[in-house]
């Protein structure tokens, strides 16, 4: 019996020094949320003490990791440059389950500190009580920025924090396009925060701000702006706030105003009809990149323009035009789209970043997912979301599949298989190639893209890789170089589209990790970027240096959002009525109003007929005139119902989402 014993004692002791080495090199089982997947900017790379990095790699192989290869079909390297296109990998599909943050080891808290530390920091609950310590934190980041505005620098455009002071158009410099592109001296930042204050529950903040704008705001300005930006930052918060003001359920609180006469929408058209000469005298239905608010298109403009800036209208011109009753707002923008994407490569169905809007030249080959051709992406998907126009499903789900095809780096699957976690590059519109090394902090905006198209899985390994950038700098670098592993532009201008994408992945996940990210950028910000009047941005995201200049984005965006991952009472999430975020983070209710086009029947897309059964053809761009101005605000419109294509079943959802199904 004692030999027994000793046996079974043995083989005990041997199973206990299995399992505790298991369990001490990491192969044991998860004791986080989800699953994990690692990330590591190292790349397998050497670095002598003076020397240049070294790479290893298995012969016969491209040195570096997969994201500098082509893409190719399943695991291993990728095609060479010469490959067919048989052989691209196919478009993925959203599979069920989601992966969970990376084991961020070296990357997130310093070398050596490893999984079980990151495990008691992330996978824990988020305490009732720090939760509205955040939020309440959020709400007072927000308050700070635009009080200092209001006492120093409205009616001005722009606060500068550091001097308290405001900060209009450049006049002395035209040429200064950073400034005089935004700058139009119409109290941007005042605009641009109306509904912020009224989904903070400031009912009366808000109603003395929109009482502000309607008196003391002018479009008739000798300013020289651009489009795009004039049409999201202003637009659009006029566009939002009307819509919060006339609203019968009130979800925000009573942020009616008394004797109010549509004025953010008269004011709103007004703006409107003076962007409109941008899209006359143009041979491709692209808008000119900018207007004067007087005088129309500079006789100097500029024939080059950027995929977003003319292709992202359609959202704010399309939401204005429903609400009139005029067609003229949505044909232009829809008109610009169709021009652009009727342009699109016919080998990999990818655009390019700069075009000429007379002659359709792509100027800019560059095709990614950030400055240049964000938006033009994102307002495909959510002109389907709010006006349920088929083509612009259409049109999205083919972008997506060339981005798929094309513009997705590293292995398949988020957390399993071999090779680097994926990553969405820049390449040649035309051969697929990559153009280089480098990503920009607007792309931080497509994990939240893709949560409403149901690909979370790919969002949350995406989304980690974007934090993990933060968590080494406290902030993003406008520019990041993913092989030097090092920012190549230094400055943050207090953009929102990371804590866009950490709201948005909280919402679909409800898992606490995001809400210890949102604290992260919370306390970030709050350490490096305020100062004595406000926030300013960060110069170099090393040193902390800082620039005098607080734009208008950081109070209708960034705040916004890092408010609403916190708040989880807010209407926005328990009101029951469905919301959307436009680009520049001005909220819009999802109805079945803004589908209907009552004009549809008279102008559809290659013209038709009248009601006596007379041809009509769409308006030339040179005699836009208002097709119908009767008030449509309080029609009803009847269900509708829209059948979708097989190769976009996982876009249902957004039609249930809006109760269309």
Known sequence: MQWRALVLGLLLLRLGLHGALWLVFGLGPSMGFYQRFPLSFGFQRLRAPDGPAVRLGTPG????????????????PGPGPGATAGRRRAPRRPRPGVCGPAHWGDVL???????????????????????????????GMFVFGYDNYMAHAFPQDELNPIHCRGRGPDRGDPSNLNINDVLGNYSLTLVDALDTLAIMGNSSEFQKAVKLVIDTVSFDRDSTVQVFEATIRVLGSLLSAHRIITDSKQPFGDMTIKDYDNELLHMAHDLAVRLLPAFENTKTGIPYPRV???????????????????????????????????????????????????????DTGLLGNVVNIQTGHWVGKQSGLGAGLDSFYEYLLKSYILFGEKEDLDM????????????????????????????????????????????DSLQAFFPGLQVLIGDVEDAICLHAFYYAIWKRYGALPERYNWQLQAPDVLFYPLRPELVESTYLLYQATKNPFYLHVGMDI????????????????????????????????????????????????????????????????????????LRESPWKEFFPAEGGRDPEGKAVHRPKSHVLRVINSSSNCNRVPDERRYSLPLKSVYMRQIDQMVGLI
Request: hydrophobic share 30%; aromatic share 10%.
């Open 292 to 346: 004067n608010l007087k005088t129309g298109v500079p006789p100097d403009s500029n024939n080059e323009t950027c995929t977003a800036g003319a292709g992202s209208l359609l959202v704010e011109f399309g939401i204005l035009s429903r609400l009139l009753g005029d067609s003229t707002f949505e044909w232009v923008a829809r008109r610009a789209v169709k021009a652009l994407w009727s342009l699109r490569s016919n």
């Open 109 to 139: 808290g310093g070398r050596g500190r490893g999984r079980d530390e990151y495990e008691r920091r992330y996978s824990g609950a988020f305490p009732p009580q720090l939760r509205a310590q955040m939020r309440d934190l959020a709400r």
């Open 522 to 593: 919370l306390q970030s910000l709050e350490k490096y970027t305020k100062v004595k009047c406000g926030y300013a941005t960060l110069h170099h995201v090393i040193h902390k240096s800082k620039e005098d200049r607080m734009e208008s984005f950081f109070l209708s965006e960034t705040c916004k959002y890092l408010y609403l991952l916190f708040d989880e009472e807010n209407p926005v999430h328990k009101s029951g009525t469905r919301y959307m975020f436009t680009t520049e983070g001005h909220i819009v209710s999802v109805d079945k109003h």
């Open 396 to 439: 999205f789900d083919a972008a997506y599949r060339s981005i798929q095809n094309y513009l997705r780096r590293g292995r398949e699957a988020c957390n399993e298989g071999e090779g680097d976690p994926p990553l969405y590059v820049n390449v040649n519109m035309f051969s697929g190639q990559l153009m280089n090394t480098w990503i």
């Open 61 to 76: 192989e491209p040195a570096g990791p997969s994201w500098l290869r082509p893409p190719g079909p399943g695991p291993g």
